[in-house]
């Protein structure tokens, strides 16, 4: 294991004191990604910056009706359909355990309850409550403007390849991902 003074020393060298064939990013002669590698290393580092940004959107929107980000992610998984913790985690790439605490804090402030399972024992289902619908609603009214302002600036035709693009992407991952 690195200390923290080798893992500092690494983030103080310069590009200019590697070796030649070093990768920017990778051991010193050490191979290099492919150009196909690289752009995908770009897209997820925009993705990355992408996120943090939703993230601070969402809860910008989810304010008003007293909520989170993560707390409306939870909320609009369970509008139209029941789900255990453990399948909205799976949906939206989640440890189930953060789920869990989400899920039982809305519990508490009476946006969710638990109801029993009748496919599974153990695995209670999430069902919005009526709180926690108008919660909702409130957070999607606001929502609709802010959308539609950013779908206009960017353009139909753009989001409809971009969207294509990360159906790919997400295919891709999926299909290395263990189950």
């Known amino acids: 294991m690195a200390t923290v003074a080798g893992r500092q020393h690494a983030v103080n060298n310069r590009a200019s004191d590697a070796a030649p064939n070093a990768a920017p ?17 770009a897209l997820v580092v925009r993705l990355f910056r992408v996120n943090g940004l939703l993230a601070a959107e969402g809860d910008r929107l989810a304010r008003p009706a007293g909520q989170t980000s993560a707390r409306w992610q939870l909320l609009a998984m369970v ?52 709180v926690g619908r108008a919660a909702l609603e409130t957070i999607q009214a606001a929502q609709r403007p802010w959308a539609d302002a950013l779908g206009e600036k960017v353009g139909e035709r753009e989001l409809e390849r971009a969207n294509r693009t990360l159906d790919r992407v997400l295919e891709a991952l999926l299909a290395r991902s263990p189950r």
């Open 25 to 41: 990013d990778g051991p010193p002669d050490g191979p290099r990604r492919t150009a196909a590698g690289d752009l995908f290393s």
């Open 79 to 130: 509008e139209d359909t029941p789900r255990t913790v453990a399948e909205i985690a799976r949906v939206l790439g989640l440890a189930r355990q953060s789920v869990q605490r989400v899920a039982d804090a809305l519990e508490r402030d009476g946006l969710v309850r638990y109801e029993d399972n009748p496919r599974h024992r153990r695995a209670r289902l999430v069902v919005l409550t009526d």
